[in-house]
Nanobody
Framework: QVQLVESGGGLVQPGGSLTLSCTAS????????MKWYRQAPGKERELVAS????????NYADSVKGRFTISRDNAKNTVNLQMNSLKPEDTAMYYC?????????WGPGTQVTVSS
């Protein structure tokens, strides 16, 4: 079955950096778009970044453009999110996502807290 597992979250000071990783299994990873979402307390889940199956199409939310970079390694079934110049408003639970046919799959999430 499809499984997504995120890692790399933690506590970081404003202006700092973190790299999140998502390891996928149970499906043909190279077939699929991969996405990172985040959800802050009391807010709706929002799309942060997406990457096409071969990495040729990448999109970012306006709030993270120029600071975050999404990448993937199809040989390792991983998708990463490099986050630089972190701000307190980036504090959220970050989730890896993929969709097969009409079904969305999610990992359990990894917490990112940006605070001094």
């Amino acid at each position: 079955q499809v499984q997504l597992v995120e890692s790399g979250g933690g506590l970081v000071q404003p202006g700092g950096s973190l790299t999140l990783s998502c390891t996928a299994s149970g499906f043909a990873f190279s077939c699929c778009f991969m996405k990172w979402y985040r959800q802050a307390p009391g807010k709706e889940r929002e799309l942060v970044a997406s990457i096409s199956n071969l990495g040729l199409t990448i999109n970012y939310a306006d709030s993270v453009k120029g600071r975050f970079t999404i990448s993937r390694d199809n040989a390792k079934n991983t998708v990463n999110l490099q986050m630089n110049s972190l701000k307190p408003e980036d504090t959220a639970m970050y989730y890896c996502n993929t969709r097969k046919f009409t079904t969305d799959y999610w990992g359990p999430g990894t917490q990112v807290t940006v605070s001094s």
